[in-house]
């Protein structure tokens, strides 16, 4: 069966430091991935989705950065987090033959202070 | 542009009541919406899509263009159904780009 790891689960990180928060996919081949940010009251916001390795499609513009080195592995980073990164972030992964349903990860809850 | 409204950010309702969950949405295509669910402690997951008119957990939405409404409904709420709901769009193309609503807690007392 599929399963979708994201770590870490909870980050506290200063201002201006870097951001590594990972996402991995196992038992299927080809996944398209997304990062999204759930933040109270504004729902879910898609940041970047990936239909392969290394192409990522940016959705918003920010201060955020996605990569995609592996088949099923999706990052997502920053060089210098601000204040208005901290929320909620969710990685997903749908497959072709479904289209529409996505599978979420657990989330990393980023507090930037 | 394509956008999903839930106007109610909560909606408390007594057990064996109905419930009736907004969802409208704005699409220049050709829509195709999706229900989720996030119960407590739980991940985000799909509870049901309009392509396949079916009934999950007791839940129906019927899809109404004229309307562009999308809107979740069941007869009698149950105490499990209490949980954040979210309605989604799908954009057209390969990929399951989806806009999510802002959600709506339902919350079933007794």
């Known amino acids: 069966s599929q399963t979708i790891h994201q770590w870490p689960a909870t980050l506290v990180q200063p201002v201006g430091s870097p951001l590594s928060l990972e996402c991995t996919v196992e038992?299927?081949?080809?996944?398209?991935l997304y990062w999204y940010r759930q933040a109270a009251g504004r729902g879910l916001q898609l940041l970047f989705y990936s239909v392969g390795i290394g192409q990522i499609s940016s959705e918003v513009p920010q201060n955020l950065s996605a990569s995609r080195p592996q088949d099923r592995q999706f990052i997502l980073s920053s060089k210098k987090l601000l204040l208005s990164d901290s929320g909620f972030y969710l990685c997903?992964?749908?497959?072709?033959?479904?289209?529409?349903?996505?599978?979420f990860g657990e989330g990393s809850r980023l507090t930037v202070l | 542009a394509q956008r999903v409204t839930q106007p109610e950010k909560l909606l408390s309702v007594f057990k064996g009541a109905p419930v009736e969950l907004k969802c409208n949405y704005s699409y220049s295509g050709s829509p195709e919406l999706f229900w989720y669910v996030q119960y407590s402690r739980q991940r985000l997951q799909l509870l049901l899509r309009h392509i396949s008119r079916e009934s999950i957990k007791g839940f129906t939405a019927d899809l109404n263009k004229g309307e562009t409404s999308f809107h979740l409904k069941k007869p009698f709420a149950q105490e499990e159904d209490s949980a954040m709901y979210y309605c989604?769009?799908?954009?057209?193309?390969?990929?399951?780009?989806?806009?999510f609503g802002t959600g709506t807690r339902l919350q079933v007392t007794l």
């Open positions: 997903a992964w749908s497959a072709g033959s479904s289209p529409g349903e996505l599978f």
């Open positions: 989604a769009l799908k954009f057209t193309g390969t990929a399951s780009k989806l806009t």
């Open positions: 038992g299927t081949s080809n996944p398209n």
